[in-house]
């Protein structure tokens, strides 16, 4: 998964429920993201951490909560206050040297049953 | 807050023309513009990326374009093939972090 690995690949949600997707990398990336994807939409920033232990809101933030306990991991929770879940979502991974190249993941196919 | 318009939000060429994709960014600290391509159900892959200290660069079919002035960076296809088929993100840098701001998007449909 060319060193970025998310799972599950699909992933069905109850209304009321918690979910949380997993992201790993080995690339030794300083910097991880997360962002949604809708039908017809860009990829939109949900979190972004640049170093263990810390983290920052994107611009849909809401609903959402992540942590970043080692490097390789960065897992995200869609929590049941995030009302309209279903999309894609994508994890990425960067290095902090300036070169700002983004990998991505596989992706992860949430839907609300 | 920054924003990237992408133009056209679909596009269908016949194979062997030329497909043109157009950004515009807002932040004119931006100083890297890579392009993503997607395809069905996959991960974006970088294609080609450029920073703001070149102008053009160009890998086999592909080539980029920036304009500093007027902020404007455009992706450009020769010689089309049904495999280049996808959905193409433009990108730009945010000033003073190791972020990404995404274009919304283009499907870009090559017929036989």
């Known amino acids: 998964d060319g060193g970025i690995t998310q799972s599950p690949k699909y992933l069905f949600r109850k209304e009321g429920q918690n979910v949380t997707l997993s992201c790993e990398q080995n690339?030794?990336?300083?910097?991880m993201y997360w962002y949604r994807q809708d039908p017809g939409q860009g990829l939109r920033l949900i979190y972004y951490s640049q170093i263990v232990n810390d983290f920052q809101k994107g611009d849909i933030a809401e609903g959402y909560s992540v942590s970043r306990e080692k490097k390789e991991s960065f897992p995200l929770t869609v929590t049941s206050a995030q009302k309209n879940p279903t999309a894609f979502y994508l994890c990425?991974?960067?290095?902090?040297?300036?070169?700002?190249?983004?990998?991505f993941g596989s992706g992860t196919r949430l839907t609300v049953v | 807050g920054e924003n990237v318009e992408q133009h056209p939000s679909t596009l269908s060429v016949q194979e062997g023309d030329s497909a043109v994709i157009k950004c515009t960014y807002s932040d004119s600290a931006s100083n890297y513009f890579p392009w993503y391509k997607q395809e069905l159900g996959k991960r974006p892959q970088l294609i080609i990326d450029?920073?703001?200290?070149?102008g053009e660069k160009k890998d086999q079919r592909i080539a980029v374009t920036l304009n500093k002035t007027a902020k404007h960076f455009s992706l450009h296809i020769t010689e089309t093939q049904p495999e280049d088929s996808a959905v193409y993100f433009c990108?730009?840098?945010?000033?003073?972090?190791?972020?990404?701001?995404f274009g919304t998007g283009t499907r870009l449909q090559v017929f036989p």
């Open positions: 990108a730009a840098s945010i000033q003073g972090s190791d972020k990404l701001i």
């Open positions: 690339l030794n990336h300083d910097a």
């Open positions: 450029i920073r703001s200290n070149v």
């Open positions: 990425a991974s960067s290095t902090s040297t300036g070169n700002y190249g983004y990998t």
